[in-house]
């Protein structure tokens, strides 16, 4: 674990991280950049360079299957952080990511446009306009 730019887990992934390394939370936090801990329905905590953000989940229309939700979760705070958003949008993104696979069965199945996560994203959460940059490539295609 030595050196990593992210670590992403879950609550329980982070009690066995915890107990096989003997480091609390702040030892972690020497070892990693940015470390996300996802709560399930109680939503994510994000630490970097001493700061903590607790990221809401999104209410979801119905819980379909939770497999997946995890790494849509991850999957959804990388796209944000590929495009140089701050940590608080990469979870809101991600938040809103593990919503849709709950919603769906299976892994992969779950699927929405740019235009369709925005509207949903923008009922939650307050991007400040930033994530115009998916509309704008929508147009562009």
């Known amino acids: 674990m030595e050196g990593p730019c992210f670590l992403f887990c879950n609550d329980y992934e982070f009690g066995l991280i915890s107990k096989k390394t003997g480091w609390s939370l702040d030892q972690i936090l020497d070892h990693v ?4 801990i996802t709560r399930g329905k109680d939503g ?3 630490y970097s360079d001493g700061d903590s953000v607790h990221i809401p989940t999104v209410p979801e229309d119905e819980v379909v299957d939770p497999t997946g939700d995890g790494q849509a979760f991850r999957g959804g705070f990388l796209t944000g952080y590929s495009h140089g958003f701050d940590w608080k949008l990469c979870g ?3 938040s809103l990511s593990a919503v849709y696979c709950l919603e769906q069965r299976g892994t992969q199945n779950h699927s929405y446009t740019a235009a369709e996560f925005v509207k949903r994203f923008r009922r939650h959460f307050d991007d400040g306009g930033q ?9 562009n295609n």
């Open 33 to 36: 950049k940015v470390l996300v």
């Open 44 to 46: 994510a905590d994000l």
């Open 92 to 94: 809101e993104i991600g």
């Open 131 to 139: 994530l115009d940059v998916f509309s704008s490539k929508i147009r």
